[in-house]
T-cell receptor, first 112, second 114 residues
Framework: KNEVEQSPQNLTAQEGEFITINCSYS?????LHWLQQHPGGGIVSLFM???GKKKHGRLIATINIQEKHSSLHITASHPRDSAVYICAVLPLTQGGSEKLVFGKGTKLTVNP | EPEVTQTPSHQVTQMGQEVILRCVPI?????FYWYRQILGQKVEFLVS????????KSEIFDDQFSVERPDGSNFTLKIRSTKLEDSAMYFC????????????FGQGTRLTVV
């Protein structure tokens, strides 16, 4: 059974701090998604990774396929970054699966 | 920027009633998905849809649920006879090449069954 574990569950930071959120999973995957869920509930896709590293603005996502681990980094954090960050993986199966498996999310609060 | 649109944003329904949740995916996307998130819990996959048929579904997606793309633009989720435990946020998503590329999510429909 594929489990997706995120840490920490909750994170409070001061504006300007460097943030790291971690995601570990237990089976082989074909892709990993980082998502942002706003307080109103809407979900925004941040990254899709299958290897290496991606950067978008102040956000950086990395993945280590061998170690089954991914990290999401936020540089120079800002109160508007406050949200729940969700890791979701696409398990590698014969024939391909579209069944994204989600972590519980990390609730980030950035204080001014 | 293209976006996935869901209506309504909030629906309250009586237990046993049928509900239809609507989604307009991004126009050139071919793969469509429904997810749900019960309050305080993680997001769960319900169903994927491609080429006018279900390509994969979860154990949650029982005979009470159905999906349809009635007119080439809308993508709907129908719950035939709602139960209290169907209360959740329902998200629609679409992508242009399964989930090996970026998926675009709608803002969600909050369904409350009373």
């Amino acid at each position: 059974k594929n489990e997706v574990e995120q840490s920490p569950q909750n994170l409070t930071a001061q504006e300007g701090e460097f943030i790291t959120i971690n995601c570990s999973y237990s089976v082989g995957i074909s892709a990993l998604h980082w998502l942002q869920q706003h307080p109103g509930g809407g979900i925004v896709s941040l990254f899709m990774l299958s290897s290496g590293k991606k950067k978008h603005g102040r956000l950086i996502a990395t993945i280590n396929i061998q170690e089954k681990h991914s990290s999401l980094h936020i540089t120079a954090s800002h109160p508007r970054d406050s949200a729940v960050y969700i890791c979701a993986v696409l398990p590698l199966t014969q024939g391909g699966s579209e069944k994204l498996v989600f972590g519980k999310g990390t609730k980030l609060t950035v204080n001014p | 920027e293209p976006e996935v649109t869901q209506t309504p944003s909030h629906q309250v329904t009586q237990m046993g009633q049928e509900v239809i949740l609507r989604c307009v995916p991004i126009s050139n996307h071919l793969y469509f998905y429904w997810y749900r998130q019960i309050l305080g819990q993680k997001v769960e996959f319900l169903v994927s849809f491609y080429n006018n048929e279900i390509s994969e579904k979860s154990e949650i997606f029982d005979d009470q649920f159905s999906v349809e793309r009635p007119d080439g633009s809308n993508f709907t989720l129908k719950i035939r006879s709602t139960k209290l435990e169907d209360s959740a946020m329902y998200f629609c998503a679409s992508s242009d090449n399964r989930l090996n590329t970026e998926a675009f999510f709608g803002q969600g429909t909050r369904l409350t069954v009373v």
